[in-house]
């Protein structure tokens, strides 16, 4: 029954038992305006008035929370809200023809809802499911895999109202495709064996009651264990895997060391939020093998000193919810989680799941702790660090899912034989999400210090004119760089690594990510709010024929003040795709830049096309004429 056509009380019922759920507690904002959706359809009027009786918060807080993230609706969206992915590989794929297929069928305009208020289709940013794809998410659980007959069957689901429960199971399959396993993919790993390895370094006189205060509160490095651990940790100069690369054993340190005020604790935090275009490595990770990760917090709570451990997790992998929920609940049952872990007086830790709503820039450790308090998901200014004042101003470190993963078996095998895989600037191995032009899309896990080139080689690509690295905020290389390495000390990467053949307009790549850029800038600053719509701007103008070198000039002196004046990386990075491709694909901006001149970008008969659609016209009578008695 959506939310429209339930009376205010069912309304109130529904907000009083998710809010009693969270314990009446604000900080959970995202996930009860998530759960109430899921029930109610969307967020209504009515349900931010119960909110802010349950909550006891401003209503305008509410609001502004459900208005930051894009997978909140406070307008009705349909019982069936569809979202196609628009990553620039679904494209590749054919995604446009699939939506405006789902559309026709359904008599839907695209970014609407019908008019008998069943459905909406609309665009999101990538879903995650690049090595499957097209892809879509439907009230945000994944289809992958799209066909022309699979869109016919969807709609003829629709149009029966069927519930989502009760569609084929196969819809919602999604494949691993590890392509390549090194030691994450092929762990032997048995829940627990980790956490009695760090335990096995203690102190001679074993972990009690007396001493397990460490756990608590973090014990100088040198005396064993939770020290031994954390030294373990920077033997193996382990470095974060989501793009920053600082040492994890250093942040570890800083937090462990980090004064607790009177009943704080501190936190473990798991960046499960990967929305970087191209990149479906942590997707992979946790579906076949989360009891690693879990166990990495665990170790990384023993080694810092924490109690309480988050998994924020994208809202793209909201399907992943009750599985990994069901996982946590197993370690529960066996002691690996929750009180005296182990048997161990005192050892205390668990971790709950809070899904994200559709932002982006939650990837970014201080906005994605922002979102965990329940509030938008805007970055912080630093320093303070998360390491010191992260969430609820408790020391917080903040890892990647690969992190972790990488961790457990650090505690497990120790810091030596981690740090001889790989190179000696970038230990270890690296997950990298492959997709685009080659015949194996997937995962592939390498140690550090593989090239392009072989990479290349091992997926089946042909005729590759270039690589995006690390997604938008990476870095584009042409085909004389394919003979650089995957390592901090070359190409350092979160993880994606799209392939473009000779037949691909690498402007248009660009265009692309500059629009995902726009619609992802949180709009806390003014010159990335302001200077990712302006580069926006530009690159549909050269796309549409009116551009000329002075836009050249402009996209420069854009790139300059997002680098200097952005509040975060979202900005400082939003011309790299740009710049990339004029440096070395310059000849398809040159074939836009028809005019010699500045020409303005704005086309009165571009800006009447929605006059024509709405009236049915195409014909030379309802176009503007040129002087040249032509179209314009």
Known sequence: MALND???????????????????????????????????????????????????????????????????YTEPRGKYRVLFSDNITDRMLGSKAMMDRLCNSLWVERGKVSEDGLVSVAQTACTGMCDQGPALLINNYAIA???????????????????????????????????????????????????????A??????????????????????????????????RANLRGRGGAGFTTGLKWEACRNAPLKAGAQRIVVCNADEGEPGTFKDRVLLSRNPDLVFEGMTVAAYAVGATRGFVYLRGEYRYMLDHLNAVLAHRRREKLLGKDILGLPGADFDIEIHVGAGAYVCGEESALIESL??????????????????YLDQP??????????????????????????????????????????????????????????????????????????SGPSGICIAEQEFDRIIGFEDIPTAGAFTVFNNTRDMFEVARNYVHFFQHESCGFCTPCR???????????????????????????????LLQSMSHCGLGHTACNPVLD??????????????????????????????ARQMTGRDDAGAHLATEHGGQS
């Open 396 to 469: 917080t470190i903040v890892n990647n899912v690969e992190t972790f993963a990488a961790a457990a078996l650090i505690a497990l095998n120790g810091g030596d034989w981690y740090a001889a895989i790989g190179t000696k600037h970038s230990a270890g191995t690296k997950l990298l999400s492959v997709s685009g032009d080659c015949e194996r899309p997937g995962i592939y896990e390498y140690p550090f210090g593989v090239s392009v080139r072989q990479v290349l080689e091992d997926c089946g690509a042909r005729d590759t004119q270039a690589v995006q690295v």
């Open 201 to 234: 370094r203690a102190p001679s006189d074993g972990l009690n009651s007396s001493n397990m205060r460490s756990w608590r509160e973090g014990l100088p490095s040198g005396i064993g264990g939770p020290g031994a651990t954390l030294d373990e940790i920077k």
């Open 581 to 610: 491709t004029i440096e070395r694909f310059r000849p398809a901006y040159e074939r836009r830049m028809a005019q010699k001149d500045f020409t303005p970008a704005f086309d009165l008969d571009r800006a009447l096309s929605s």
């Open 373 to 390: 308090e329940g509030k938008r998901g805007t970055p912080r200014n630093r320093p303070p660090f998360p390491v010191t004042n992260g």
């Open 145 to 199: 895999g799209l066909t022309a007959e699979r869109i016919d069957e969807i709609a003829e689901l629709i149009r029966g109202k069927v519930p989502l429960a009760e569609w084929p199971p196969a819809y919602f399959k999604t494949e691993d495709n590890i392509r390549r396993a090194d030691i994450l993919l092929n762990a032997d790993f048995k829940p627990g064996e980790a956490l009695l390895a760090a335990r």
């Open 6 to 72: 339930m009376h205010a009380e069912a309304v109130a019922g529904v907000v009083d038992r998710v809010v009693a759920r969270y314990h009446r507690d604000p900080t959970c904002m995202v996930q009860i305006l998530r759960e109430v959706q899921e029930v109610c359809d969307w967020i209504s009027p009515e349900a931010i008035d119960r909110m802010q009786v349950t909550l006891g918060v401003p209503r305008t807080k509410i609001e502004g929370v459900a208005g930051f993230y894009s997978f909140f």
């Open 530 to 560: 302001v200077g990712t719509s302006l580069l926006k701007n530009l690159m549909d103008k050269l796309h549409n024929g009116v551009g000329s070198p002075y836009d050249f000039a402009e996209i420069e002196k854009l790139n300059q």
